[in-house]
């Protein structure tokens, strides 16, 4: 017992501020009781990202697509912050990709195969994203705060980020399930609780209850089409590729005020990125955490790409819902079509052509040319994306291939065998390519006083012309 009496000097703050002098002589976890509960809060956050990847390219919903986007990303950096710190306590090996508990993994099993939205939002963010909140509270609450402090503070930044999550959840669960969808699921969360109660908590804290382990949704084949694009009634034309955005934006003839509707649009259209990157992690197997740490920031970076066009449309007065067709012609064709490696050849090719003067840098300079504010924001930040995004690439295709030229030629190679069948979309019906750019010009010239220029009312290239003028350059981002 420390003697109340007993004080730091001038009554400065003790133990470096981090806890009185009776809390630092508390007993807490000893190691191995701090690396179990360790290894299932890492075990929390794997499964997680593993969800918001494999719910999200078949997932309509593009606010939800964009919001597993972000989380996805936070669970990852979170897996790999515990990856780290089990493996500075006396770990190795580490043992973390064994299952903690067959109950904790049947619990994460049926998130995962929650039938739909409704039930998937109400597994992740009222079930499995408070239960993992409440191991890391209990966390800092139970461990010696100077003892184990690197614990302790990782344990206080993710609750930030979970935190976080935990508010999208209150919103984005009752906008996708009324009240007689939350009924009709909850004897399905009675399974869900009973679970994490047959693993002893999410933490392994309490103790395990008994009975047998019981699933309702797991347990049967993996959904084929799980990474088969998906849009919400928003987007009524997704095969439309009715407006080539690069040869607009190209053609020095065209004006520059109206380019910058074309970088939106361009932007807006990286819907289409997060949903086939989200099948090159999904089914990738055999990399390291790293790999997916970074592969998954660069998702998240393509859906602010996306999020950065819209607000550009919303800042320029304009409702894209009404006016924009956006089309998801290139993940359905690579997701489809293509292997994971390939498609991350595709990727990869396409970056190297954003790379040139004539990629992210005009795009910006465009923006700069049009005297556009917002245009010109977006694209120096997307510039320097891509710049990261060429890193990520090489450090995990690149060197699976070979070198640089191997890896360029086998991603030409890739993208040349992929079918974005313009003309047959129209022949079965599926669209009518409408050239939807002069309405959104005519009516971006009335909300800014403008007068339309002829020679951009006209604009009308298609996709079949534009490959033969514009080889390389991506139809998507």
């Known amino acids: ?67 597993f986007s972000l ?37 994460f099993d049926e998130i995962l195969a929650a039938p739909d939205t409704g039930a998937l939002l109400l597994g992740l963010y009222e079930q499995a994203l408070p239960a993992l909140r409440a191991a890391l509270a209990r966390h800092i609450e139970e461990t010696n705060r100077l003892v184990d402090h690197p614990s302790f503070r990782l344990c206080r930044f993710a609750l930030i980020e979970v935190d976080e999550m935990l508010a999208y959840g209150a919103r984005a669960v009752p906008a996708m399930l009324d009240a ?41 084949p993996v959904a084929p089409d799980r990474f088969v694009p998906r849009r919400d009634e928003r987007f009524p034309d997704p095969y439309n590729m009715g407006v080539h955005a690069e040869v607009f ?47 998954t920031r660069q998702l998240w970076d393509e859906a602010r790409h996306a999020m950065m066009g819209e607000i550009g449309f919303l ?24 292997p994971p490696l390939e498609r991350h050849a595709v990727l990869y090719f396409i970056e190297q052509g954003l790379m040139p003067r004539t990629g992210k840098r005009f795009e910006w300079e465009v923006g700069q040319a049009a005297g556009d504010a917002f245009a010109t924001l977006i694209q120096d930040y997307d510039w320097a994306d891509e710049v990261l995004h060429a890193r990520i690439g090489r450090d995990w295709y690149v060197k699976a291939i070979g ?32 050239n939807w750019w002069p309405a959104l010009y005519a009516a971006w010239c009335r909300r800014h006083g403008r007068t339309p220029d002829p020679a951009v009312m006209a604009y009308a290239t298609s996709y079949e012309s534009a490959r033969a003028d514009l080889q390389g350059i991506s139809a998507s981002g």
Request: hydrophobic share 40%; glycine share 8%; aromatic share 10%.
């Open 1 to 67: 017992m420390i003697d109340p009496a007993y004080q730091s000097y001038r009554n400065l703050p003790p133990v470096a501020g981090i806890a009185s002098f009776a809390e630092a002589a508390r007993p807490g976890f000893s190691i191995d009781e701090c690396v179990a509960r360790l290894k299932r809060h890492h075990w929390a956050w794997r499964r997680l990202h593993g969800i918001f990847i494999g719910r999200l390219t078949a997932e309509p919903v593009y606010e939800l697509k964009m919001g």
């Open 71 to 107: 989380h996805a990303h936070y669970c990852a950096e979170h897996a790999a912050a515990w990856r780290h710190r089990v493996g500075e306590m006396r770990e190795p090996p580490l043992g973390l990709d064994v299952v903690p508990h067959p109950a904790l993994e049947a619990f």
């Open 180 to 220: 007689a969808g939350r009924a009709a699921l909850q004897p399905w969360v009675d399974l869900l609780q009973a679970l994490l109660a047959q693993a002893g908590g999410l933490d392994g804290s309490q103790p395990e209850a008994p009975g047998e382990l019981h699933r309702q949704f797991a347990g049967g």
């Open 249 to 295: 934006l190209y053609d020095e003839a065209l004006p520059v005020h109206a380019k910058p509707l074309m970088l939106y649009y361009k932007r807006l259209r990286e819907i289409d990125v997060p949903e086939m990157m989200a099948s090159i992690i999904g089914e990738t197997t055999g990399k390291p955490w790293d790999y997916t740490v970074d592969m």
């Open 315 to 338: 800042q320029a007065g304009i409702d894209w819902r009404q006016l924009v067709r956006i089309n998801f012609t290139w993940s359905l064709a690579l997701n489809t079509q293509l």
């Open 403 to 434: 070198d640089a030229k191997q890896a360029v030629e086998y991603g030409d190679a890739c993208w040349s065998r992929v079918l974005i069948d313009w003309r047959s979309y129209r022949e079965r019906g599926l669209t009518q390519h409408e």
